[in-house]
C-alpha cells in the first residue's frame, strides 16, 4: 500500500500490484540486494536501472571483447530473471579510433545493438569525439524554452521574483554537472551558453537592455556563467580531496563504451 502526504493532507490508500512503493527506505536496499552479485569482466558503472560497461583499447587496432561481457551481462539477467531492454541499449566508440574503427557490432539474440555518435547518460549528451557540442546544443535548447520571462514580466511579476525564476528554473540546466564538462568547451560553446544568461537579465531589467554584459551583470548582481562554473568545478574537486575521497584520473585514449537501458525484474 502507498499513498503522497504533504504536511497533514494525504491522499487515498492505493494497493500496488508489485514493486516497491517509490521513495521508501526499502526500496533501494531491496534493490542493492538484487544487483549485488551483479559482474562482467570489464569496467562498469550501475546507476539504478542504467548499466554502463566500458572497455579501454589502448591501441587503435586491438581487438574488442564487448561482445562478450554483453554476453555475461545477459547471463546475468537470465538467471535472476530480469530482462535488458534492447530498445534502450546503445553502443559507442569514442576517441581517435571511432573515425577509422573496424569494431564488429554487438550481437544479440534478434540482430545487433545499435551503435551511435552520441548519446544521453544521466543527464549527459556524450559525443563519440569528446567535442560536448550534443551537450551544449541540448541544454541551450531546454534553458530556452524555459525563458518566458516576458510573459512573467507582462503578468506583474515583481523583479526580484524574475530574478529567483531565472536562479531556480533556467540557470542550474546551463551548471549542471559542469565540472564534468566545462573545461572542455571552446569559446563559441561557451558564448553560447552564456547568450541565455545575457537574454534573460535584459528581459527582467528594461535598464540594462542597451548595456554592455559585463554593466548588465553588475546591475543583476550575478557572474558570468563561465567564471561560475569555473568556481564550481573547484569547489566539487577541492571538497573530494578535503574529505580523502579516492579520485582517479584517466587519460582515455581509445575507448568503447556500451550502455545498456533500464534492466527490469
Known sequence: MQRVRIGTNHSSWLQLNGAMPQGSWLGPLTFLLLIDDQQ????????????TLTELLQVRNESSNMQNFFQQLLNWSNINVMAVNFTKTKEMVMGPVALSSN?????????QIERVSSFKLLGLHLDADFSWHSHVEAV???????????????????????LHFYLAMIRPVLEY???VWHHSLNKSQKNQTEAIQERAIRI????????PYTSA???AGLE???????????NFFSNLFYYRHLVYIV?????????????SP
Open 103 to 111: 569494431l564488429p557490432f554487438i550481437q544479440w539474440a534478434e540482430g
Open 224 to 234: 558570468d556563467l563561465d567564471n561560475r562554473r569555473d568556481l564550481l568545478s573547484h
Open 217 to 219: 551583470l553588475f546591475v
Open 177 to 179: 554537472a559542469a565540472f
Open 251 to 263: 587519460y582515455f585514449r581509445h575507448l568503447a563504451i556500451l550502455n545498456y537501458g533500464t534492466v
Open 40 to 51: 562482467v569482466d570489464c569496467l562498469d558503472h550501475k546507476y539504478v536501472g542504467d548499466t
Open 204 to 211: 527582467i531589467f528594461s535598464c540594462a537592455c542597451d548595456m
Open 140 to 162: 541551450t535548447s531546454k534553458a530556452t524554452k524555459r525563458v518566458f520571462l516576458k510573459q512573467l514580466k507582462r503578468a506583474g511579476v515583481p523583479h526580484a521574483q524574475l
